[in-house]
């Protein structure tokens, strides 16, 4: 489901991760839901996707989901959920060792301890 309107999130003001894991946990059922049967490439970003593991198979995904993981999700007829493929970061083996595999400020920019709000 989208934002509120009144939402007013922005930079080192967040949206909790309890209301993003609901809202991406509520977003997998109902796409599930309207086109059941089919297949649907959906994208989002590591943590929302975490987040969808985490919420619909009750676990987290043994590896870290960094910005360009893979995740796939199927839902069975009875409605539970797999994820046969989970924070698969395969892609990036053809980098060298000396090419970085995520920008400098992500481990700052996940931590929130790091993030100073902005004055309004």
């Not at 000396?98 to 709000?117: I, K, M, T, Y």
Request: hydrophobic residues 30%; proline residues 6%; charged residues 25%.
């Amino acid at each position: 489901e989208p934002l509120p309107q009144s939402a007013t999130y922005q930079w080192g003001e967040f949206e909790d991760e309890a209301s993003l894991a609901e809202r991406i946990r509520s977003a997998m059922v109902g796409i599930a839901e309207r086109y059941a049967g089919e297949s649907v490439l959906t994208c989002s970003h590591g943590g929302p996707c975490e987040a969808a593991h985490t919420k619909l198979l009750g676990e987290k995904a043994t590896k870290n989901a960094g910005y360009t993981a893979l995740y796939i999700f199927t839902r069975s007829k009875d409605g539970g959920w797999d994820a046969p493929v989970a924070a698969d970061q395969s892609h990036l083996e053809a980098l060298s060792s000396s090419e970085p595999r995520s920008g400098p400020n992500d481990l700052a920019e996940q931590s929130r301890e790091n993030v100073q709000s902005r004055p309004r």
